[in-house]
């Protein structure tokens, strides 16, 4: 499904230029979940957008098979462009032809009507976080990318959404970037721990688990570990 062959990326901040990833390579296997695991600015989520195509990395190659979301919930909107105008240009960058079974599944979950007709830029908060995990649980890729659990909480029909997630979990391979082992479930049979320099994968569970706490204790933690080592 996913391949990284010796990625490194870095930011340019004030205090220089800050390595999030050296030299990380993991391979899973088609049909696989990942969850990636690390703390703050361990690189979790650069690696998820690496992985979507929204940045590059300095070196090295990320491969993919499939189709690929963006981050769930994290959308970007044209400026000025009413919610249906934005609907239709993501179809037709896709090359999503039913437009009309799109804005019916953006109503159905939002409950907007008069909404659909006004811009992006007039929506409350709270709104634009309906919209955005909407328009993204509207469309079907073979891989589904998330910054985090999606929060449900607070939102206006929490069940459907609910019902169109695990809709849409059962459909596509996952890949879940977390900085909480709770969230790493048994659908997630590989876990990349991240150090903030590279990265181990793993298949058990409670290996990734040490790793993981080890890096946040600061602990000498060898990653060399293989899969299933």
């Keep these: 499904m996913i391949t990284a062959e010796a990625v490194s990326k870095s930011y340019i ?24 695991l690390g703390g703050s600015g361990s690189g979790k989520s650069t690696l998820l957008k690496l992985i979507g ?3 590059y990395p300095d070196r090295g190659k990320i491969r993919r098979k499939g189709t690929i979301s963006w981050p769930m919930g994290n959308m970007r909107y044209e400026r000025g462009m009413t919610i249906n105008q934005n609907l239709r240009f993501i179809c037709r960058v896709l090359g999503v032809r039913d437009y009309d079974s799109v804005v019916q599944q953006v109503q159905e979950l939002t409950g907007f009507d008069r909404q659909m007709g006004t811009s992006v830029d007039v ?30 909480a607070g939102l206006k029909n929490k069940e459907r959404y609910a019902e ?66």
Excluded at 21 to 35: C, M, S
Excluded at 127 to 142: G, I, M, Q, T
Excluded at 172 to 193: D, F, M, R, W
């Design 123 to 152: 929506l409350r908060q709270p709104e634009v976080r309906s919209l955005s995990l909407a328009v993204s649980l509207c469309f079907s890729f073979d891989i589904m990318l998330m910054d985090g659990t999606p929060r449900l």
């Design 13 to 36: 901040l004030k205090g220089g230029r800050r390595s999030v990833l050296r030299n990380l390579n993991f391979d899973v296997p088609p049909g696989g979940n990942l969850a990636i």
């Design 53 to 55: 195509g929204l940045d």
């Design 164 to 229: 169109k997630l695990e809709e849409k979990m059962a459909q596509s391979a996952l890949i879940l970037a977390t900085g909480n082992p709770k969230e790493i479930t048994e659908k997630y049979p590989y876990i990349l721990v991240l150090d903030g320099k590279t990265g181990r994968l793993y298949d058990k569970r409670q290996d990734a688990i040490d790793a993981f706490k080890a890096t946040q204790n600061n602990a000498p933690q060898s990653l060399s570990k293989k899969v299933g080592g």
